[in-house]
């Protein structure tokens, strides 16, 4: 008996107008072993076989409204909740990050930066968690360092519904030194059942050590692996 063949997963990389993270996304995504496949945000359907939805960073829409406001009821998203519902990977990172706040995927919103000024730097965040499929490849207290670049990220809950994430472990990375004013220095929040993850830092843009750091490498190659694994699992 063979041992069964797995092709690259592949990922879904969800693009609006105005997203410019989008090839970035992709590019990092191949470069790990993945088959990331651009998606309009009017298509009503994801491709066959999708194992991962990726949201990139940019600025969806303009940002006219708040951040991902609009973005929200593109056609695309539908597929997007009902593939998240059925417990498929779903990563959101900046601008991703707020549409699935304003979608209802993930708790919580994005605020203006308590500088009220754009920020574009590197910055240290601390792994909480090593067993999510967004951390896999990390180990609980590892520090990152990946690049932020975003003028409405400071992530808030109220009190009652912060308590709750903190004792669900749903506060997966915070800042060391928060650059934005996020409440608990949350800089990727989790879902309740874990298949989705939004995170204002971006990895996409951190996979090489010639540029700086190949840190985000770890969040990306985490879910890819959860996605072999997956489909290893229903081989």
Known sequence: MTDPVVTDPVVAVVRFPGSNDDRDAQWALQALGGD???VWHADEELPRGTGAVVLPGGFSYGDYLRCGAIARFAPIMDAVRAFADDGGLVLGTCNGFQVLCEAGLLPGIL???ASLRFICRDVVIR??????????????????VIPIKHGEG?????????????????????????????VADAAGVLNAHGNVMGLMPHPEHAVDPLLGSGDGALILASMLDAVREKALATA
């Open 111 to 113: 605020r203006p930066n």
């Open 127 to 144: 792994v909480e968690r090593d067993d999510t499929p967004f951390t896999s490849r990390c180990e609980a207290g590892q520090k990152l």
């Open 36 to 38: 990331a496949r651009l």
């Open 154 to 182: 400071a992530w808030y809950a109220p009190p009652d519904l912060l308590d709750e994430l903190e004792a669900n472990g749903q506060l997966l990375l915070r800042y060391e030194e928060c650059p934005n004013g996020a």
